[in-house]
C-alpha cells in the first residue's frame, strides 16, 4: 500500500520546513534512515575505505561495496560497472573526457537535443573544440518532446554519440531509451543518457535498455549532496581513461612514470571518497527499493495529471508541457517577470524553481527566456497542489509588487 502519510512522517524536513517543497529537480528532502546512515558513520564508523588493515575499516569498507551492490540492483547492472562519483555532472564529464576524447575524432557527429542540461551538453563541446567532432541536433515539438521518428530522421553513420537526457529537466517527457539505444547500435554508435531526472522517478533497467552509460545524482533521490553514480558497459569502462589519478587507482607506479591502473570501477574512483555520502546513498535505494519505483511513478503520475488539469483551467497561465507523464510541469504567469512570480509564490508557502534551469539552449525553442518549474515527488499531495493553483490564481503583476514594499 502507498501510505501517503506515512511516507510524508519519514520525513524532518517536511515537518521543518512549513513550506510545499515542489523544487524536486533541483533536490529532495532525505528521510530520516538517510540523515540516519550518515551520522552513524561520523559517530560510529569513522575510518578510512579499502586502506585500513583493522576491523574499523573493514567494516566500513564492506558496507561501502555494499552499496555499490546496492546500486546496481537498483539499476539492474553489475557493481563493477559502477562507478561512485560526486554527481550527474561528474558523471557525464567523466564519459565526456574520459571516452569522447580519446575515441572521437574530427568529422565524428555527437547527436543532442536542444533541451539538453548543460551538464550534458558543455562536456561535449569541450571534446568537439579539442578533436574536430561536431554536435548536431535532433528536432523537438514546440513543448520540447522528441518522437523516435524525429530520432530515426537524425541518425547516420557518423553518429558515434547520442547524449540526452532520459527525462528532461525542464520539459518531463520519457524518451523511450530502449528504441533509443536499438536505432543507435545499429549505426554503431553509443548511448550516454543523463538519468539524473529519471532514475528517481521511474524504474530503471540498464540491460534492459542497452543504455551505455548512464549518470545520476544521490541528492535527486533523496540521498546525500556530493554523491552520484555512472553506470557504464564494463567493456567499455575498461577502455576509458580516468580524469583524475590518485591513491586507489593504482595497481602500482614506479620511478620512470609507468603507471599500471586497476580495473574498472575503481580506476575511476582516486583519493578518499565521500564515504558517508555513499553510506547514505545505500540507505535511500533502500528506502525507494522499500517503497517500490513502479509505485512511485504511478503515483507522481496521478498527482501529476491532477496538478496538469488545474493549472490548464487558469487563464493567466502559459502552461508549456501539459502533455508530459512525469512530476516536472513548466510555466509562466502572463505579464510576470518569472522570478517575481516564484518569490510572490514563497510568500505564499510554495517552493519552486525560476530561470532557465541549466537548458539555455531550450529558450529559443518554447520562446521565453525564463520559465517557473513546479516540480513534485513522491511525497508532495493533492492538499499541497490546491495549495500551489490557489497561490498561481493569485499571481498578478500588483500582487508581485506588492511583495516588495
Known sequence: MFDINKIRADFPMIQNAKVAYMDNAATTFKPQCVIDAVTNYYTHQTSNVHRGDYDLSYQVSKEYEDARVAVAEFIHAEPKEIIFTSGA???????????????????????STEAEHASNILPWFK??????????????????????????????????????????NVMGYIQPMKEICQIAHEYGALVVCDGAQSVPHVPIDVKDSGV??????????CGPTGVGVLYGRFDLLQ????????????????????????????KFEAGTPAIEAVLGLKA????LRSIGMKNIYEYEHELRVYASKKLQELDNITFYNP????GILTFNVNGVFAQDAASFLNTKGIAVRSG???????????????????????????????????ACKETTVE??????F
Request: with cysteine.
Open 356 to 390: 532557465n534551469h541549466c537548458a539555455k539552449i531550450l529558450i529559443e525553442l518554447i520562446e521565453a527566456s525564463e520559465t517557473i518549474r513546479c516540480s513534485l515527488y513522491f511525497y508532495n499531495t493533492k492538499e499541497e497542489v490546491d495549495q500551489f493553483i490557489e
Open 89 to 111: 555532472s561528474m558523471s557525464l564529464n567523466l564519459v565526456a573526457y574520459g571516452y569522447g576524447r580519446k575515441f572521437l575524432k574530427k568529422g565524428d557527429v555527437i547527436l
Open 127 to 168: 571534446v568537439c573544440e579539442e578533436v574536430g567532432a561536431v554536435i548536431e541536433y535532433i528536432p523537438l515539438s514546440n513543448e520540447g518532446e522528441m518522437t523516435i521518428e524525429a530520432f530515426k530522421g537524425a541518425m547516420h553513420d557518423k553518429v558515434k554519440i547520442v547524449a540526452m537526457a532520459e527525462v528532461s
Open 399 to 404: 500582487n508581485c509588487v506588492g511583495i516588495f
Open 239 to 266: 577502455q576509458m581513461d580516468p580524469f583524475m589519478l590518485g591513491g586507489g587507482s593504482n595497481a602500482r607506479f614506479d620511478i620512470c612514470g609507468n603507471i599500471l591502473l586497476k580495473d574498472a570501477p575503481y
Open 323 to 326: 502533455n508530459a507523464s512525469t
Open 284 to 287: 535511500a535505494v533502500e528506502y
Open 212 to 221: 551505455d552509460f548512464l549518470g545520476f545524482s544521490g541528492h535527486k533521490m
